[in-house]
């Protein structure tokens, strides 16, 4: 489930007096830069990892997944991943697995029954998190950590990549979870090294950070087309399931990010009001009056568990 990586061997942790003679010749692309100091580095390609060599050490960054088995629809098991690390060293003739790690995105990619797109939604706020959507993807971003939703086909398409078969004429939803920074911090450790990544117990508590996350996300219901008549008693009633009407012509979210924008002008006198307003709002449409759970976010919750089931 791992993807992109960044890795970092201090020169240090070489204990190779040459290496900067002899991994620059390993490297596909290979280009050499002068500092104004006059110090060399070398940046180039291994394995499909993008890398960075220098008096400090080597950087290599890319999809392990890509590196490994040449695309990164699928997805590399625990196993599969000590076996990614060790080409990496086998090949550069380094101890890579002794490289630390300072980037981590763990994935995986499901076949849904709609468009991907169609998700979105139902996937509401996230605390702590900023809610960003793009036309095909859909970012929760924190200063450490990404959550990303996105159509794993369209993707592909647009980097001009070829769509393995047994993916054709599928919608592929791909959830994906990316520590970016402060990663001994986060992971409440001193360092983390490559050899860590296979670790089972490691590569365990990853699967059941990447499925708490998914948890915290809140889901929205989704809203019925109309009124449920049985359920008005009173004017308030009526009023309730007109706002909720109202809400699911304009959506959910851009609701509540209206909410933000008069924020953002200081329309109430307190402020307060704006976060008791959103309260009411999600309170409003999580009524068993005129809701009901989404079917594709109860697709999705199944996939996102079954996940640990497999995980070893």
Known sequence: MYDTLNLWLPSEAIKESGYLQRVPTLLSNAKETYKDTGEIYFTGNVLGMSASISNAGISLKGSICKSYLNDNFKTLTRQDTQRAIEQLQDFTKLPMIEADVKRIDFAQSFTVSQNPQSFFSFLGECHHYKRLTQPKSLYYQNGMRTKLFYNKIAEGKAKGQIIPPIWANKHILRYELRYTSRLPYQFNTTQIQAKDLYNEAFYIGMVERWIKEYETINKNNSILDKMNTK????????MYQMALLQIKEVGIQKTL??????????????????SRLKADIKKLCKSEVLTEGSTLIAELDKKVKQVKEYCR
């Not at 359920?231 to 009526?238: G, L």
């Not at 933000?260 to 200081?266: E, G, P, W």
């Open 231 to 238: 359920q008005i008693e009173t004017p308030k009633d009526f």
């Open 257 to 274: 990010e209206s909410i933000d924008q008069l924020k953002a002008q200081n329309q109430f006198k307190h402020k307060e009001y704006y």
